[in-house]
């Protein structure tokens, strides 16, 4: 795509996966890779836009001319999209943030004792950044934007997709079918994107900056 229909405009792309710390040394993580979060990135700035690309544990190199904020778990990611959200005109939430964290963090390494059962972990949950960036953009007098979610989903991706996107109330939800082999560190992704007015766009396996130019059309198609 070599429209330069995003001139003008601020995105906010997530990337990555969160770490939830448990000790110094440990934390709970997931599988993402950030590729994906990066062909957006990539594709919204050879569209024209200017892009706050909010990563976390990406190991990729930064795309040129994108304005690239490292962070760690998912707090540290909901300040840093809620702050470039503010006077953005899309949010693509790509990052597979963590539900649940730690609900306590250990300052020394966690120690085991000969004999002693391990301590169990007890979670808490996360805030919801995506819910927070749609609450934000839907108050009174916000300024319009176009929010996007993903949804990871290894079953009835259809099913659980339909009813991701009602629940987070986004305008888009990219949702990709994922298993341990399958989307997650791989070059090409395929996806069905459901709208809130109840269209959805199939997109067959791809790269996945293909993925992230039909993202951008519909994201385009829906800017004031
Ligand atoms: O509910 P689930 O985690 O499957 O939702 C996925 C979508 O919500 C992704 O776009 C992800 O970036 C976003 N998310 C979030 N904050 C969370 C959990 C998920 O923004 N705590």
């Known amino acids: 795509n070599t429209a330069r229909d995003l001139t003008g405009r601020h995105v906010v792309v997530s990337a990555g996966g969160t770490r939830e710390p448990i000790d110094p040394v440990r934390f709970i993580g997931n599988r993402s890779s950030g590729l994906q979060g990066y062909a957006l990135a990539r594709t919204a700035l050879a569209r024209g836009a200017r892009v706050t690309l909010v990563a ?81 953009s839907r ?43 399958l989307t997650f560190g791989a070059p090409d992704n395929a996806a069905v994107i459901l709208s809130a007015d109840g269209a959805a766009v199939d997109v067959p396996r791809g790269s996945k900056d293909a993925l992230a130019d039909v993202v951008w059309d519909l994201v385009a198609a829906r800017l004031v």
């Open 139 to 181: 108050a009174v007098g916000a300024r319009h934007q176009v929010v996007v979610g993903f949804a990871a989903e290894t079953n009835d991706v259809l099913e659980n997709g339909r009813q991701k996107l009602a629940r987070k109330g986004c305008d888009l939800l990219v949702v990709n079918e994922v298993g341990e082999r």
């Open 56 to 136: 976390a544990n990406v190991a990729l190199p930064d795309p040129a001319g994108a304005d690239v904020v490292p962070v760690g778990s998912a707090r540290e990611m909901r300040e840093a999209v809620l702050k470039a959200a503010a006077d953005a005109d899309a949010v693509v939430m790509a990052a597979a943030v963590a539900d649940f964290r730690p609900s306590g963090y250990e300052d020394m390494k966690i120690k085991k004792t000969a004999g002693a059962e391990p301590a169990p972990i007890r979670l808490v949950e996360n805030p919801d950044i995506l819910a927070e960036v749609v609450r934000a």
